[in-house]
């Protein structure tokens, strides 16, 4: 029998064709993953317009695709609509905002039951570890702790004599969990703090923000928890010519608080680079989906504080729309 030799130069064909078939394959592969990023927040917040960047940039990035569905006004029953749809689609991956637990309990367990891999973002399931949805891991914020460290900044600006805490989705497990930070630091102070529902409705927070003050004229400090909050809540004092005399707080970050800040009419805002919550969780179900790894646990986004002292470092990544 006669042996046959394969040169080297035949056998380093052989081996480059079939990386390229093997990366041909993992580009269709890929392309035909689809992802879903299911919130309780509206396109048309400035908040979660970030997160979509996020969400967009890392779907181009791994050449997968991604969907986004939120309602235009805060709705458990929206949201519990919207994820059901999504998990009709049978997604390769669901990211989902676990707003109110309770009602999001059944839809996600049977998303999981069905095999679809979920990741929960932004808030996650803060009930006890026998009863918490059994999602992959979570992306976000420390909610309670950004609340406490929210008052404990303030405190460093200003003797607080009485507070609100402003929040404009009553019921949002996060927003709740924040503004029990600032409850809880300023109660054992011995300091009023009372939580105001301004509604998402700039005009009517103006109102309500402005109508308490009348009725507490001593109050000197505002917490706000995100843009919604903190945007009516600044032109509410300059309205009134308050600015300076009631310290304001801020939640997130908008090309108007970073002037804000940078004026003096902000005294900071806590941030949780929001952007990582859209764009890890597309990252990590394209790695769970080609090769099984993924983070267990928490993986924290903040909070971080935004004062004067750096708020130049990240004004032009917000002008770019990564904060």
């Not at 986004?68 to 999504?86: R, T």
């Not at 404990?152 to 003797?159: D, N, P, T, Y």
């Not at 600015?243 to 908008?254: E, Q």
């Not at 928490?298 to 130049?312: E, I």
Request: charged share 20%; net charge positive.
């Amino acid at each position: 029998m006669r042996k046959r030799f394969v040169s080297g130069a035949v056998i380093g064909l052989i081996v480059l064709t079939m990386l390229l078939i093997g990366m041909s394959t993992s580009v269709v592969l890929a392309s035909q993953m689809r992802f879903y990023v299911v919130s309780h927040g509206g396109p048309g917040d400035p908040f979660w317009g970030v997160v979509i960047k996020g969400m967009n940039d890392a779907a181009k990035r791994f050449g997968v695709k991604a969907t986004y569905l939120g309602p235009e006004k805060f709705s458990i029953k929206k949201l519990v609509d919207m994820l059901d749809s999504a998990i009709a689609a049978n997604p390769d991956g669901l990211a989902v905002t676990i707003t109110n637990a309770v009602a999001l309990d059944e839809p996600l367990r049977r998303a999981i039951k069905k095999g679809i891999p979920v990741v929960a973002i932004n808030v996650p399931d803060t009930r006890p570890p026998e009863k918490r949805i059994p999602y992959l891991c979570y992306v976000g914020m420390d909610e309670y702790k950004g609340g406490v460290v929210a008052a404990q900044r303030m405190l460093q600006a200003v003797k607080i004599k009485r507070a609100i805490v402003a929040i404009h989705e009553p019921g949002h497990t996060g927003l709740e969990l924040r503004a029990k930070g600032v409850k809880d630091v300023l109660s054992k102070k011995g300091i009023p703090v009372d939580k105001l529902d301004i509604t998402t409705d700039p005009t009517k927070a103006v109102g309500i923000m402005s109508s308490y003050l009348t009725r507490h004229p001593d109050t000197n400090a505002i917490f706000t928890l995100g843009p919604i909050g903190t945007q009516p809540a600044l032109k509410m004092l300059e309205e009134k010519k308050l600015v300076g005399k009631v310290k304001l707080s801020g939640w997130d970050l908008t090309p108007l608080m970073v002037k804000a800040i940078e004026k003096g009419e902000l005294v900071f805002t806590i941030e949780q680079q929001q952007y990582l919550q859209g764009y890890l969780p597309i990252a990590f179900f394209y790695l769970y989906k080609k090769y099984g790894l993924i983070p267990h646990g928490t993986v924290l986004t903040g909070p971080a504080v935004v004062d004067k002292s750096n708020v130049k470092v990240v004004e032009k990544t917000v002008k770019a729309g990564y904060r």
